[in-house]
């Protein structure tokens, strides 16, 4: 059974109902199922599935039956989740949606809400043994980022969890690791033989991971304004992309394997000393479009931001992993809102040829080979190399191999969370984020954010809504005689 705190929610309705309903459809969801909504409104159940039914997306991958099955199974109790009456309710009620439905004991707690519950919840179903697993049954809870906002209070988060439950109880998610292509991130390297023993100092000459928005911070702005992009994207979406694209092979594809060694990664990501904060990392603010763009506010006239806001909207960084596989190799990882394309990809740019052959001939420029894997919003692979341009004379251009997702596996419907509820529900936390790994990433960040703290930004903004983010991050690349690779560039 799923008891879904947070049920009324905007993450409820646009991704997680959707998602069961996708999961049955793919007939991984047993009849033995049930959904209990809990949210403050008062309402019955009757009341909360007239209005999921009609808040459900209605298509031909989402049939009236299919949904009529997912509307039996559901049922909504009203509370206020820091009263401890509630958990008395809630075990009555769980017993007798079990006798009903046989889910046998097992239930997830998903909480989507805002962070601030998070411990509150917790230590209230651990008090009232709501967390308890008896012979084969499970107990698990689900909680989404962010996950305290320095190290210290993602330490203090973790504690509170770990007093109540297992660390084998804990599905922490990063929804990027729900994304069909950023799993595909390890198929890619580990299923083939080709790719793996080039994948280091000896053949990359840099790695580029790009995630960039056209949204602005559209309602979020009361959360974003105290956040900023370096804490709300870095030490979790990028940094997952960085430790799955830096990793070593695992010995298996155990979930622990996988997730110790994507820590390595992180454990290897050297601090940055407060001069390298100054050199290695940009951020940036917008400000409203340029003239003849389409219009955009800037981030200061941005709904519930505050009008003075010296918070980045705009990160970009420099790391180095520091270990055999990738000693110099920089790691150039940039994100930010309203930026000219949405787009995420993972750039992997290889070494020129050793021996520039055909120097003297119209090619002594012979472009590097670059592996870009496309993340959204076109899933796909693309390898760029040399090709000789016909005719008499040698001449050499980029061409591209391509493959796209869509083409060769045509769209199914997905909102991302399928694989993590199915993989939590199975008891699988490869693609979940391990309490260590979160405060990992913390550890990287925090130097910076010292910093950025003690020198509040003086030049903000300083990019428009619409452009590819500040001159600066052009700047960190071409320092090193390096550009980045904008989606215009790569055809
Ligand atoms: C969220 C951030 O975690 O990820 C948002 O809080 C961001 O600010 C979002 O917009 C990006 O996710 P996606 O799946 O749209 O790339």
Redesign the pocket.
């Known amino acids: 059974m799923l008891v879904l705190f947070g049920a009324s929610g905007d993450l409820a309705k646009r991704k997680l109902f959707p998602a069961l309903l996708n999961l049955r459809r793919s007939g991984l969801l047993p009849n033995e199922f049930a959904v209990l909504g809990l949210a403050t409104s008062e309402m019955t159940s009757e009341a909360f599935r007239d209005r999921l039914r009609g808040e459900l997306p209605d298509s031909p991958e989402h049939p009236a039956e299919l949904t009529r099955w997912l509307l039996e199974r559901t049922h909504y109790m009203p509370g206020d989740f820091r009263s401890d009456e509630l958990y008395g309710r809630l075990q009555e009620r769980l017993r007798e949606i079990e006798a009903g439905g046989a889910t046998r004991g097992n239930v997830v707690f998903y909480l989507a809400t805002p962070p601030d519950f998070f411990g509150d919840i917790v230590d209230r179903l651990g008090t009232a043994g709501l967390t308890a697993e008896a012979g084969e049954s499970f107990r698990r809870v689900i909680i989404e ?2 996950f305290g906002d320095s190290h210290a209070s993602a330490r203090e988060l973790n504690a509170r969890l770990g007093s109540v439950l297992r660390e084998s109880q804990v599905y922490r998610i990063d ?2 690791l729900g ?1 069909e292509t950023v799993q595909n991130l390890l198929v890619f390297r580990f299923a083939n033989g080709i790719f793996e023993p080039i994948w280091n100092r000896l053949y990359i000459d840099n790695v580029q991971i790009t ?1 960039a ?1 056209t ?1 602005g ?1 559209e309602q ?1 702005g009361r959360y ?1 304004d105290k ?1 900023g992009a370096l804490r ?2 870095v030490p ?2 990028l940094f997952q992309l960085l430790a799955l694209t830096a990793m070593e092979p695992p010995s298996s594809f155990e979930a622990e394997s996988v997730r110790d060694e994507k820590i390595k990664v992180l454990r290897a990501i050297q601090p940055l000393s407060p001069e390298e904060v100054l050199t290695r990392t940009v951020r940036g603010q917008y400000g409203a479009s340029a003239e003849g763009q389409a219009p955009m506010p800037a981030y200061r006239a941005e709904n519930r931001v505050d009008p003075r806001s010296n918070t980045e909207s705009y990160v970009a960084l420099k790391l180095v992993v520091d270990n055999w596989r990738w000693a110099d190799v920089p790691f150039y990882l940039r994100t930010g ?1 309203r930026l000219s394309r949405q787009h ?1 990809d993972v750039t992997i740019t290889f070494r020129r040829p050793p021996h520039r052959l055909f120097e003297g001939t119209q090619v002594a420029d012979v472009t590097p080979n670059v592996l870009v894997l496309h993340l ?1 919003p076109d899933e796909g692979i693309s390898l760029t190399f040399q090709a000789k341009i016909p005719g008499p004379v040698v001449q050499t251009g980029p061409v591209e191999m391509a493959f796209n997702y869509a083409d060769h596996f045509g769209r199914t419907p997905s909102t ?1 969370y399928e694989t993590l509820l199915y993989d939590c529900i199975c008891g699988d936390p490869t693609l979940f984020q391990r309490a260590d790994s979160v405060e990992d990433g913390w550890s990287v960040v925090e130097p910076i954010l010292d910093v950025w703290r003690a020198l509040p930004a003086r030049s903000f903004p300083n990019y428009a809504a619409g452009s590819w983010g500040p001159r600066e991050a052009d700047e960190l690349l071409s320092r090193d005689g390096r550009s980045w690779r904008n989606p215009s560039d790569q055809g």
């Open positions: 980022k962010p929804h990027y994304k995630v928005e949204v911070v979020r974003y956040a709300d994207m979790n979406h809102k995420t959204q991302g």
